[in-house]
């Protein structure tokens, strides 16, 4: 399981975690998170997102 | 074809030339900038230092190539002195460059208090990647950081800082640590958590005269308490900058004065970010700003697009003792009530009808953050 930080504001996507809040299980991996997601706290793309942690 | 120009190449113009770019609008684009015009985030500033992030890795991109991506013209270390609105033309660097239509994406500065003694002159602030450039510089040799303001950065560098291992020392006339976005409870549960870890809180005072010493500075305090510190560091707040637009004959008042559609009071001309106020609101913080570009990049792409804002609950990164917050409107009335856990504070703030209109939360309630949201809606 990865994580991946938005480079804009910080935020971090935890694949273990997932994003239950918005539709997005627990374990859901990066590549498998929608392209047109958006980051939760600031609004950017999901290309704005970089590894942080392997 | 006269150009679309962009002043600033902060997080605003940079966002509004992509989205402009990624709406297939292909007209002529100019960004101008003071400094290198690097593309970099001034959120993550306050939080760069535990990350190990140097001025090279806060660069996403150089201005070469973000003039490539956007198929725009950059100009670096230029700046507009004037505005013709009647002729619709800038100076630049002395030189004249026509638009079409002008976007102030000009950002913020500093509040500097009025500092006096042998060592003001040395205080730093830190509002842009070249300022962070210097603290870095300044860190080297700095173990001891003094912060004079309390508030959501001074408490984000308060928690960096003591990350990266160095002490730290908050001054500030506020009664808790950024007062004017969360209740007390979650203030001194922010507090105490950075104590802790070795923060030294002087509240509800004020520095004097700051002088420098054989090795750093010492200011003593109204309270009568001496600090000593190898550095000290400013972060009493932001405002808009807006003389440019003043000078050119345009509305300002706190910030730049636009409508919901980032118009303001002169034709052809934007303004979006710390720099403007919206609709009667200056929102110096990053998901307004995001939809700002958004909704304006369609508006200067062709299709009128009103900025409309969702709860945008603002992350505060003292990573410590996470906080989350929506605050209620300015001035608004009511009162907070407070849910506190071993697992956190959430805080709910009710205005006289007993409508749910703001909330905080604090530690690992910050989890909640997407179902307060709900309720708020």
Known sequence: MKKYECTVCGFVYDEAKGMPDHGIDPGTLWENVPADWECPDCGVSKAEFEMVEA | MRPTVIIGTGLAGYTLAKELRRLQWQGPLVLVTEDEGQFYSKPMLSGALAKKKDVAALTMASAEKMAADLDAQILTQSQVTAIDTQEKQLTINGQKQPYDKLVLAIGSFPIRLPLTGSGAEEVVSVNNLTDYGHFLNRLEKAHHVAIIGPGLIGSEFANDLLLSGRQVTMIGPDKWPINTLIPEEI???????????????????????????????????????????????????????????????????????????????????????????????????????????????????????????????????????????????????????????????????????????????????????????????
């Open chain 2, 187 to 377: 203030g001194r549960a922010v507090q105490k958590t950075l104590a802790e870890k070795g923060a030294t809180w002087h509240l509800e005072t004020f520095n004097g005269p700051i002088e420098k010493e054989t090795k750093g500075y010492s200011t003593v305090l109204k309270s009568g308490v001496k600090v000593e510190a190898d550095l000290i560091l400013s972060a009493v707040g932001v405002r808009p900058t807006v003389e440019l637009a003043k000078k050119a004959g345009v509305e300002v008042n706190r910030g730049i004065v636009t409508d919901s559609f980032l118009k303001t009071s002169v034709d052809s001309l934007y303004a979006l970010g710390d720099c403007a106020e919206v609709a009667g609101r200056n929102l110096p913080f990053i998901a307004p700003l995001m939809i700002q570009a958004k909704a304006l990049a369609k508006t200067l792409a062709g299709t009128e697009t009103e900025v409309v804002y969702p709860a945008m609950p603002v992350v505060i990164k003292t990573t410590l003792y996470p906080v989350v917050t929506q605050p209620p409107p300015m001035g608004a009335q009511g009162a907070w009530r407070i849910d506190a856990t071993d697992k956190g504070i959430i805080g709910r703030f009710y205005n006289k009808e007993d409508k749910l209109i703001g909330f905080a939360l604090g530690g690992e309630a910050t989890d909640q953050k997407a179902a307060l949201t709900k309720e708020l809606e």
